[in-house]
Structure formats: structure tokens, C-alpha cells
């Protein structure tokens, strides 16, 4: 069974700054891809960023220059540091792991609410 956990959500005022945390367990193959998306009500869910096991990352470019993504292969961590957070960050954001094998494994998701 794999576990995929996030934490660090919470409330933050605009312009301040969030770290989201993401940690994959269990019987779990090697993992490729680790990444952050997200989704807004009434909005489809959407990709934040990716980082690969050779640490390539991709970001969405409403968060380029932001949104910072790190990952420890040997932990199998990701995490999502945010800053300059504005409203529209805000949204659910979910941890996505994707293993050389072509599993794909969400966890439960964190809310992210950017408001004065």
C-alpha cells in the first residue's frame, strides 16, 4: 500500500509565504516524478510544478519566480516552498508521485487560502 501525505497548508495574508511538505511511503517502486497541483473551486485542478528524480523542474507560469520545488530521492520527499503568495494562489494543493513503472499516486490535499 502507498501513503502520499501533504502538510503545511493554512491561511496566509498576500504577500506572505507558505512551505508545503509531501511524503511518499510504502511499497512504492522508484519514483520518477514528484510535483504540486492544484485546484481552485469551480476550477479544474492544474499543475503548480514538477521535479524529477534527475531534479528537471517545470513550473506553471503563474508561479514562476514564486514557487520554488525541492525533492530528497532518498526520502522520497517533495516540497513546495511559496512566497510573494497572492488571492488567486489560493486552492487546494495536492502531492503527486509518479513512479518509472507508470503508477501515479495522489494524496488527500492541503488548503492554501492567501486572504487579508
Known amino acids: 500500500q502507498v501513503q502520499v501525505v501533504e502538510s503545511g497548508g493554512g491561511l496566509v495574508q498576500p504577500g506572505g509565504s507558505l512551505r508545503l511538505s509531501c511524503a511518499a511511503s510504502?511499497?512504492?517502486?522508484?519514483?520518477?516524478?514528484m510535483g504540486w497541483y492544484r485546484q481552485a473551486p469551480g476550477k479544474q485542478r492544474e499543475l503548480v510544478a514538477t521535479i524529477t528524480s534527475g531534479y528537471i523542474k517545470n513550473y506553471a507560469d503563474s508561479v514562476k519566480g514564486r514557487f520554488t520545488i525541492s525533492r530528497d530521492n532518498a526520502k522520497n520527499t517533495v516540497a513546495l516552498q511559496m512566497n510573494s503568495l497572492i488571492p488567486e494562489d489560493t486552492a487546494v494543493y495536492y502531492c503527486n508521485v509518479a513512479t518509472w513503472d507508470t503508477d501515479n499516486y495522489w494524496g488527500q490535499g492541503t488548503q492554501v487560502t492567501v486572504s487579508s
Open positions: 510504502g511499497s512504492i517502486s522508484r519514483i520518477y516524478v
